[in-house]
């Protein structure tokens, strides 16, 4: 546990953000593209998450003792990698490699490729019903780990994630997070205009679980949301709701009317980077 404290105290969290943007648009521009504008979004949460809210090892990632944090949104990888390279889990000297023959930083999240993947991604919606399955093993052997599931708004129109709500709650799994980035992007558009699920508060909450909602790119309401789910006394799941921007931190990509896969010129990740180092936090 001191080995944790010091990992999280010696650097801000706003820093730890500001990196996990920064190394995303580098990756991003070893392949002139990728899912940039959810990374720039999603990175405060991942932030927090790894650097306030999970318990693990990064020279041990298969740690029988750590929260398993999963990645449900496989084409949110670029920002898990980021997330995972901050977190000394992954080498910074791969970021080059990033989507590359035999790079263990494929496009989309493979749990057998890289050190702190645990679940592969692609198919939307199945990351809860992993998750729920996994924080009832860890139940049943009384493990104090949890289960951190990041999902996004648009896997709230499929009919496994409300049966995996409904079975977390049945089922009393108090060990189990899950974090729902909501930045109202789909490939299509609005998720709200595609297949809406709001009021998604109410929803987790008629379904039974203990449920927040926050500004996904506020760091404090992030960390005080983390912590009252972890510490919440009831035997029932967790949910904290992140309304994310995309593309946050990059004004002239947040501006874009199609953020959902950013169109980045070749001269654009460079003032992408110039943008973001206008403003280092300390």
């Not at 809210?53 to 298969?62: Q, S, T």
């Not at 912590?227 to 009831?234: P, S, T």
Request: aromatic letters at 8%.
């Amino acid at each position: 546990m001191e080995a944790s404290i010091e990992r999280r105290s010696n650097v801000s969290l706003a820093r730890r953000a500001w990196n996990i943007r920064r190394k995303a648009i580098q990756m991003g521009e070893v392949q002139g593209q990728g899912y940039v504008g959810q990374a720039l979004g999603v990175a405060d949460v991942l932030a927090v998450s790894f650097f306030h809210a999970v318990e693990y090892r990064a020279e041990d990632p298969e740690w029988e003792g750590r929260d398993r944090y999963q990645l449900s949104i496989g084409h949110y990888a670029i920002a898990f990698y980021a997330a995972l390279m901050e977190a000394g889990i992954l080498p910074e000297d791969e970021l080059a490699t990033y989507g590359m023959d035999d790079s263990r930083m494929p496009m989309s999240g493979m749990a057998s490729y890289t050190p702190g993947m645990e679940m592969s991604g692609g198919s939307l919606g199945l990351g809860l019903s992993v998750a729920v399955g996994r924080a009832l093993g860890l139940k049943r052997k009384d493990s104090p780990a949890f289960v951190f599931n990041l999902m996004s708004d648009g896997e709230l129109g499929e009919g496994s994630t409300w049966e995996a709500a409904m079975a977390a709650a049945h089922h009393k799994l108090g060990n189990l997070i899950c974090i729902v980035d909501f930045n109202n992007q789909q490939a299509d558009g609005a998720s709200t205009g595609m297949c809406s699920a709001e009021p998604i508060d109410a929803k987790f909450e008629a379904f039974g679980w203990f449920t927040q909602r926050v500004d996904g790119n506020d760091l404090d309401a992030l960390v005080a949301a983390f912590d009252a789910a972890r510490n919440h006394e009831a035997a029932a799941p967790r949910v904290i709701i992140c309304d994310t921007k995309m593309c946050k931190g990059v004004p002239f990509l947040e501006e874009r009317e199609i953020t959902h896969f950013v169109r980045v010129e070749p001269d654009e990740w460079q003032k992408a980077l110039a943008v973001l180092d206008e403003e280092t936090p300390e």
